[in-house]
């Protein structure tokens, strides 16, 4: 994928017409209208982007995209780059939190190696990996341009196979220590903030390593000085190739007709790279939680999506977004199984 090629990628909407049926639907359940308030809207966008009214969500996957930072080398994050290893030997052994989510939520894992530093394979990983981790942005931009791009192909290409396979929804995962550092400060740049206003203590942090990685971050912003539509200079800079493949994975979601469930503060800073990139593909992103890292709120904001979980999650992986699954199978049981009006007013 070249530049070009990228900014040529154009986005159908969802179908209006679709969107109407559905929530004819829900207005013709016997229950005051609008009572299931933002569910409501987020099924009619899925019947919207699936182009019926018989909304489906049962083959459904987390893409979790795992990769290093280098910027890790900072002390930014509590872990060092074996911590991404490790973590990801228990996912695709079915023992991380999203597994054990997913188990309950009849998900599927789709843990893909898009940059883990270990030059040692990890067994059940998809292996699509750009490099050994990024490089430490403090020193010089994390990655080539190309690399970002070529992660941010790695995504679409996920999502493409995932339509051949059948599935009607995805979410988007991660996993790669130092990930809340690359996303606060592509926060900051992407919306024009400050490092102060963006910077939180990710997987946990000590007073002083954290007043250092605020410093790191601000530094880094007065280095590359960036403009707010520079994505892709920003991206390449101090993003991931977490952070790029998860947006290929949104801008893959809109191209092929899939909703994507966006979980935390690294997936929504993703989210509003895809957007930038390639506008109109917020049509088919869903949010699901507000993470505690104080750059989320922001990020969402920025896109006009609002969380229907505010549980001060910080945990990553997916897991929040896989938590929505659940949610929308026990909202789909009204959609799908309860009395109409038109059954009242026959029986009285
Ligand atoms: O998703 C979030 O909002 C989130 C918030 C805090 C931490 N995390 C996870 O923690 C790791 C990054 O934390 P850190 O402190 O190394 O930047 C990474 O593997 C993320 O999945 C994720
Ligand atoms: C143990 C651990 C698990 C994680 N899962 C996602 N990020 C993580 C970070 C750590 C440290």
Redesign the pocket.
Known sequence: MTKESLKELKINKPSKEQRQRVKAVWDGIAKPVNGLGQFEGIIAQIGAIAETTEVDISKRAVIVMCAD?GV?EEG????GYE??AI?AGELVKGTTSVSRMALRANADVLPVNIGIHQEEEITGLIQRRVAFGTKNFRQEPAMSEEEALKAIEIGIETVRECKERGYSILAT???????????SAMAAALLGCLAEDVT??????SKEAFVHKHEVIKEALEKYQFQKEETLRTLKTVGGLDIAGLAGVFIGGALYHIPVVI??????VAALTAERLVPGAKEYMIPSHL???PA?KKLLEELDLHPVIDAS?????G??AVLMFSLLDTVLSVYEGSSTFDDINSSL
């Open positions: 930072n890790v930014i994050s509590h872990y911590m991404t973590i995962g991660e996993l790669g220590m130092g990930n809340t550092t690359t996303s939180g203590v990710g997987a946990g942090l979980d935390g503060v690294i997936s929504a993470s505690k890292e989320a999650l910080a945990l990553g992986e897991t929040g």
